[in-house]
């Protein structure tokens, strides 16, 4: 038992010190296991955009089958300041400051920014008020705009395009409107559709202020660290450094978006614990992040940067 304890020890060392040479040259390989990041809705609670109906007989927009009443749909509270969900399935999506999501018309238009869901439609799927409507770090400010329907109120609009809640979303992270009558998506961070998308262990996403950067499975910011060293290979943040800026976790190679699979590799911190790493430099998120397009830990301490998709730091310092 002892003997094959010993073997096993040595095979985990050798392996170690494989990956560590590895990282001296440009073909480096990844030792790193799947891993699988399940995303969870926002929160619980009722909704306070309507009741979610019995899903019988409804009309091509998603609400109850019936005539147009003539009369205009109360007015849906202000979304505040808007958020980045990451959404398993669909990936970062638009949700309002309750966790609520947002969705886009395909038989509205953007330029010029025009809604054609009313009456019936306006009840299944609630107009966002413009007032009040903030942007978050993932989205560009000028991205938000307004339109103004036809019963005069003005519609928050997102990349052009008039958004909506959906009558059936219940709970924060909901988002049963999302194919509903071919016609309606989540909305985007630039006013696109969302569609269905394979998990990516790590990604590209578009921050409104640093460019492309890297993100991992939940699309939070990867970061490395000056103090770091990829070659030799040196870990500068230990101890109480790891309360606030977490190792990131390996990624499968078969599950990356938009960077090169040579780039990503695994390593081994001198307590065990193993970091994804790329282009040999290990990274990590910073727990002053909250949600996909967050940034707060660009520039710390002139140490921290945000990762591009070639695997090199940004210097970037965020206007805001």
């Given amino acids: 038992m002892i003997t094959r304890r010993r073997a096993g020890l040595a095979a985990t060392a050798l392996a170690t010190l494989a990956l560590t040479a590895a990282c001296g040259t440009s073909g480096n390989q990844s030792a790193g296991t799947p891993t699988t990041d399940t995303v969870q809705p926002a929160g619980q609670g009722t909704s306070d955009y309507g009741s979610s109906g019995s899903g019988q007989g409804d009309d091509p927009y998603g609400g109850q089958a019936g005539g147009d009443s003539g009369k205009a749909p109360q007015a849906g509270p202000s979304a505040g300041t808007l958020a980045l969900h990451q959404d398993a399935k669909l990936g970062p999506i638009v949700a309002d400051a309750k966790g609520m999501t947002l969705y886009r018309f395909d038989k509205d238009t953007a330029k010029p920014p025009k809604s054609n869901c009313s009456g019936s439609c306006a009840t299944a799927w609630p107009p966002v008020p413009a007032d009040g409507a903030t942007a978050p ?14 019963d005069g109120t003005k519609q928050l609009t997102i990349g052009g395009w008039p958004a909506y809640r959906y009558a059936k979303d219940t709970q924060p992270g909901d988002t ?6 071919g016609t309606w998506n989540a909305l985007t961070a630039e006013g696109k559709k969302a569609v269905a998308q394979e998990p990516a262990d790590v990604s590209v996403q578009n921050q409104p202020e640093l460019g492309d950067i890297l993100v991992d499975g939940k699309g939070l910011t990867l970061y490395r660290f000056n103090k770091d060293s990829a070659w030799p290979m040196k870990f500068g943040c230990n101890d109480a450094c790891l309360d606030t800026w977490k190792p990131a976790k390996p990624a499968d190679r078969s599950k990356l978006k938009g960077i090169p699979s040579k780039l990503i590799s695994t390593v081994t911190r001198p307590d065990g614990l193993r970091q994804l790493a790329v282009d040999c430099w290990p990274v990590y ?7 996909p397009g967050d940034i707060n830990g660009q520039g710390k301490m002139g140490l921290w940067f945000a990762v591009s998709k070639d695997g090199k730091k940004i210097t970037s310092t965020p206007t805001g």
């Fill in 137 to 150: 770090a993932g989205i560009a400010k000028s991205a938000l705009g307004s339109v103004t329907r036809a």
């Fill in 176 to 181: 049963k409107g999302q194919g509903v009558g």
């Fill in 285 to 291: 998120t910073f727990t002053g992040d909250k949600q």
